[in-house]
């Protein structure tokens, strides 16, 4: 076997490469088979599920779990709402978490030490969940949406992780953008964000995707139903018809309810991560960059 290079390969080298490509494709397969069942499940029999006949592909079309849900009255307000909590939560969290890295990137702000620390302590140390929910009562979040959108806008280990990607950026840039008149603001916008699309793109990812996931929230802080986010209405479908397969246990009604049960979770599993995973390939290259760059260069 010969490389690109013109260089042929020992045996050793191809036994290494063939046991590297073998461990990767077992690795492949490992991480897409839960989303195979996961899928197959959701759309196959209820008796078909039940019996074991289903591990790999769907067997006897039934739609009945995803038609459950997505007819559940609460669940097209759930999913607008996540949609719109996702959107704006996304934004201002990118939009502090640059804000407050860009100074600490800087060699002239005296304070950036003690402010990092402050920070990475938020990291190890938190106040618990009743003065969190007595706090946000306090500032008026209770039943209001600002209280899924708000709270994350800054993430110590978002701001660690950008802070030392703007490290990374060549401080001549910016003396030269200081010789030409230009503010920090206008360095901020015009020169650094243009240059970070990479750890924007991983901030992005990590905020939508925490927002999107987040049930607890909005369980603590909502009364009013039609501000749920989509996770609690999943959850509320699933505990519904746990409670159904419970009350029908020892009766002829038991098998019945516990397919559905399991349809359902699959079929919540599906519709949860399904628009993560329609996003997530376009943005793969940058967030891959981002990681690598803003944890280990300094």
Do not use: H
Request: glycine share 6%; net charge positive; aromatic share 14%.
């Amino acid at each position: 076997m010969v490389k690109n290079n013109g260089i042929k390969e020992s045996v050793p080298e191809r036994m290494f490469t063939g046991i590297v490509t073998f461990l990767l494709v077992l690795i492949d397969v490992v991480m897409l088979y839960p989303f195979i069942y996961v899928f197959s499940t959701a759309i196959s029999d209820t008796g078909q599920v039940m019996a074991g006949n289903v591990w790999l592909y769907p067997r006897g079309l039934d739609l009945s779990a995803v038609k459950q849900i997505a007819t559940y009255p609460l669940f097209a307000r759930s999913y607008l709402n996540t949609v719109i909590y996702t959107i704006f939560g996304t934004v201002v969290c990118v939009f502090v978490t640059c804000l407050t890295a860009y100074p600490l990137a800087q060699a002239k702000f005296k304070s950036k030490g003690f402010i990092s620390a402050v920070y990475v302590i938020t990291m190890f140390f938190g106040g618990g969940m009743i003065p969190t929910f007595l706090m946000y009562r306090n500032l008026g979040l209770v039943d209001n949406r600002l209280v899924m959108i708000l709270p994350g806008a800054v993430s110590a280990w978002n701001i660690i992780i950008c802070r030392t990607f703007f490290k990374g950026i060549p401080v001549s840039l910016n003396e030269s953008a200081y010789l030409d008149g230009a503010s920090d603001w206008k360095i901020l916008w015009r020169i650094i964000m243009p240059l970070s699309q990479p750890i924007i793109a991983t901030i992005a990812l990590f905020s939508a995707v925490g927002i999107w996931n987040d049930f607890f929230t909005g369980l603590l802080f909502f009364n009013d139903p039609q501000k749920y986010p989509l996770q609690l209405v999943l959850r509320m479908i699933l505990v519904n018809a746990s409670m159904s397969a419970a009350i029908a246990e020892g009766s002829f009604l038991e098998f019945t309810q516990k397919s559905a049960t399991l349809a359902l979770k699959s079929a919540s599993i599906l519709i949860s991560i399904l628009p993560i995973i329609c996003v997530y390939p376009f943005i793969q290259k940058y967030v891959v960059k981002g990681v690598m760059i803003g944890s280990i260069k300094e």
